[in-house]
């Protein structure tokens, strides 16, 4: 997959939108093929121009921050900048923030009242050409969403590809002492802030994930004492999926929203089987095997899922009706937890061996497995990013210790810790919020 480097390998969009003064007719600078290692862009993002300077500032700091994190770009400090408040209205001095060695630029303004706008110019300081220039609005009782969804917009003018800071995480907040410790439905903005709570905690709660629209959720609970899978609004009234399952759980969502995947135990094996959100359900695989951890891909036609079925924990492929299930993980140690891409070209997983935990991406046939974080500490729970570029996975440290949210690059780089307001685990990452 295309890396970005430094700018001669940077791939810069093109301009657009109310303010754009340039539209070139291809990149300005082609993107090439390298490996992990690069060194990020340095970006200028002066404050953002408001009559409250104080927003102003917080605004741009805010996208500033979504770039770093991002592993692809080094934010200047702004009091090193040749100007320290944005102007949109005109064109820079070209030669000065060339000087200055600042080959991408960002000038915004932002002003708050019955909702938040904002305005962003991106620039190629080299070729004196603006890259895009657009105009946004959002509910002023979330503005941060201004910043990522200017974030969005310098990403993917800048990168080739689309962003994903305005996007939401949901996950298992976890609290109180080990051995007896409370586990509630959560949600937050991908940056930690805006944190939902969405179930009180009283029944252990495992595994959630967002439905393709972002508005729904499936997730296991023990309410009833064995595990079942349950459907809700976010913070909504829940209900049961199928009521006569000895046990449920490993739920996820077909890519219309329509249909969950999910896994059966009865009487020692467990077996995938589907359910329409309104009722009904089908049996896809049967056996005595555990067949577990289902997943489809984004077109809907196929399924991904775990076994032992060989003797071990794997990877398998099925159609998404069921049948002619293909073993894809031929690695050493055992496989688990497989999760499409949503650009369909990769498979997240689990992988132990070697007493290490792994997370890893392999082709949807198996071919080109790739380990990107590697610990002797408890990791699994791969979700994707909508960009397809960054997977979140929660790591257990043992001991006292609780769960922990984490992220990397598809490219094995930029691992860091995600914040948290309490111990946290099984993320599942939302669609771009429209």
């Known amino acids: 997959m295309p890396l970005i480097t430094r700018r001669n390998a940077l791939k810069l969009g093109v301009a657009g939108g109310a303010f754009a003064l340039a539209t070139p007719s291809q990149a300005l600078v082609e993107i090439v093929v390298t490996g992990g290692n690069f060194t990020p862009l ?19 700091e ?77 509910d002023a009782q979330n503005y941060r ?30 609290s109180g002492p080990k051995a007896n410790r409370v586990k509630r439905l959560a949600i ?10 969405l179930s009180s905690g009283k029944a252990l709660t495992l595994t959630p994930r967002l439905s393709p629209n972002g508005d729904n959720v499936v997730y296991t609970s023990y309410e009833d004492g064995n595990p079942q899978v349950y459907l809700s609004g976010l913070g909504g009234a829940s209900k049961k999926l199928i009521d006569n399952a000895p046990m449920s759980f490993a739920p996820r969502f077909a890519p219309d929203g ?18 329409g959100v309104g009722g009904g359900y089908q049996q896809l695989t049967e056996g005595q095997a555990i067949d577990t951890s289902p997943c489809y891909s984004p077109d809907g036609s196929r399924i991904a899922f775990e ?37 369909g070209t990769l498979i997240a997983f689990t992988r132990q061996s070697a007493g290490q935990f792994h997370i890893g991406t392999m082709k949807p046939d198996g071919s080109g497995e790739r380990i990107l974080s590697s610990s002797g500490q408890v990791q699994e729970g791969p979700t994707w990013a909508p960009n397809s570029r960054v997977i ?43």
Request: hydrophobic letters at 35%; charged letters at 20%.
């Open 42 to 60: 340095p970006i200028a993002i002066p404050d953002f121009a408001s009559s409250d300077p104080t927003f102003g500032a917080e605004i741009a």
């Open 62 to 138: 805010i996208v500033r921050n979504n770039l770093r994190r991002s592993g692809l770009f080094v934010p200047m400090d702004p009091a090193t900048l040749p100007v320290r408040v944005g102007d949109v209205q005109n064109e820079p001095d070209f030669a000065t923030w060339r000087a200055a060695t600042v080959d991408a630029l960002v000038m915004g303004s932002v002003e708050r009242g019955a909702e938040v706008s904002s305005q962003v110019r991106v620039w190629d300081t080299q070729a004196s050409a603006q890259v895009v220039g657009k105009s946004y609005k959002t």
């Open 145 to 174: 969403r201004i910043a990522h969804i200017v974030s969005d917009a310098i990403y993917a003018s800048l990168s080739g590809g689309s962003g994903y800071f305005d996007t939401r995480i949901l996950y298992v907040a976890e």
């Open 188 to 197: 937050m903005d991908q940056d930690g802030f805006n944190v939902q709570y």
């Open 258 to 275: 329509s249909t969950v995947v999910f896994s059966v135990s009865n009487g020692g094996a467990t077996n995938i089987y589907t359910a």
């Open 307 to 343: 076994s032992d079925r060989g003797g071990s924990p794997q990877l398998y492929v099925m159609g998404a009706a069921g049948g002619g299930a293909q073993r894809i993980s031929y690695g050493e140690g055992t496989y688990s937890t497989p999760v499409w891409s949503p650009d």
């Open 392 to 434: 979140a996975f929660f790591r257990e440290p043992g001991g006292d210790a609780g769960p922990g949210l984490w992220s990397i690059d598809i490219w094995g780089r930029n691992e860091q810790s995600l914040t948290t307001e309490s111990f946290a685990s099984d993320p599942s990452w939302s669609p771009l919020r429209g």
